[in-house]
C-alpha cells in the first residue's frame, strides 16, 4: 500500500521556468510533510518542509505548498537552474509517529 | 559541520554471505536510521534508534538482519546470510531527535551475486 505517492516518474523543464512537482498522499494521519533531493551516487538532501497548519512554505526559489482537502502537495521551483537537474521524494510522517514515508520519487531533469 | 558518515560506500557479495555497513550520525544527534532503498522506490525505514535504544524495528527482518548502536554513538547493521533481494542503498540517517528533521548519509550499495 502506497501511502505517499509520485505519479510522475520524470519532467523535463527548460532553464529559467517553473518546475512543479506533484505528490499525493492517503494516510490522513499524516501531518508533516518535507521534500528531499538527491544526486547520483549521494543521499537525500532535505529541501524544505511544510506542516499540515500552514498551506505553503517558501524558501528562496523552492516553495511548498500543501491542500489538505485534497491530500495533495507540491513543490515549485522557480526559476529552474541546471544544478536543479536531480531525483526529488516527497516525505510524510504523523505526529507521534515520525517515521518518514517516501514517495517513489521524481527525476527532473532541466534542459538548458 | 561534518555530516553523516557511512562505510563502505559500495559493496560486492556472493550470496549467503554476510556483510556489514558501518554510520557514524552528526555529532550530537540522538536519533539514528537505517533505512533500505531499492532501485525505483524511495528510502524504506528498517530500524530507528533513540540513543541506544531500538524503538522502531518492525520493518527489520530479524531472521537474516541486526544492528547496534552501542554507547548511542555509531551504528552496524549486519546482514547474514545476505540474499539476492538484499541488494540495495542502505541508507543511514541521523536527527537531533525524533521529531526534528532527518540528514541522510551517502548510503552503501550493496550488490549481492
Known amino acids: 500500500d502506497q501511502q505517499v505517492k509520485q505519479n510522475s516518474p520524470s519532467l523535463s523543464v527548460q532553464e529559467g521556468r517553473i518546475s512543479i512537482l506533484n505528490c499525493d498522499y492517503t494516510?490522513?494521519?499524516?501531518?508533516?510533510f518535507l521534500w528531499y533531493k538527491k544526486y547520483p551516487a549521494e543521499g537525500p538532501t532535505f529541501l524544505i518542509s511544510i506542516s499540515s497548519i500552514k498551506d505553503k512554505n517558501e524558501d528562496g526559489r523552492f516553495t511548498v505548498f500543501l491542500n489538505k482537502s485534497a491530500k495533495h502537495l507540491s513543490l515549485h521551483i522557480v526559476p529552474s537552474q541546471p544544478g536543479d537537474s536531480a531525483v526529488y521524494f516527497c516525505?510524510?510522517?504523523?505526529?507521534?509517529?515520525?517515521?518518514?514515508?517516501f514517495g517513489t520519487g521524481t527525476r527532473l531533469t532541466i534542459i538548458p | 559541520e561534518a555530516g553523516v558518515v557511512q562505510s563502505p560506500r559500495y559493496k560486492i557479495i556472493e550470496k549467503k554471505q554476510p556483510v556489514a555497513f558501518w554510520c557514524n550520525p552528526i555529532?550530537?544527534?540522538?536519533?539514528l536510521y537505517w533505512y533500505r532503498q531499492n532501485l525505483g522506490q524511495g528510502p524504506e525505514l528498517l530500524i530507528r534508534y533513540e540513543n541506544e535504544e531500538a524503538v522502531d524495528d518492525s520493518q527489520l527482518p530479524k531472521d537474516r538482519f541486526s544492528a547496534e548502536r552501542l554507547k548511542g554513538v555509531d551504528s552496524t547493521l549486519k546482514i547474514q546470510p545476505a540474499e539476492l533481494g538484499d541488494s540495495a542503498v542502505y541508507l543511514c540517517a541521523s536527527s537531533l531527535d525524533r521529531a526534528d528533521t532527518q540528514y541522510f548519509g551517502p548510503g552503501t550499495r550493496l550488490t549481492v551475486l
Open positions: 494516510n490522513s494521519m499524516f501531518d508533516y
Open positions: 516525505a510524510a510522517s504523523a505526529t507521534g509517529n515520525e517515521k518518514l514515508t
Open positions: 555529532s550530537g544527534h540522538n536519533t
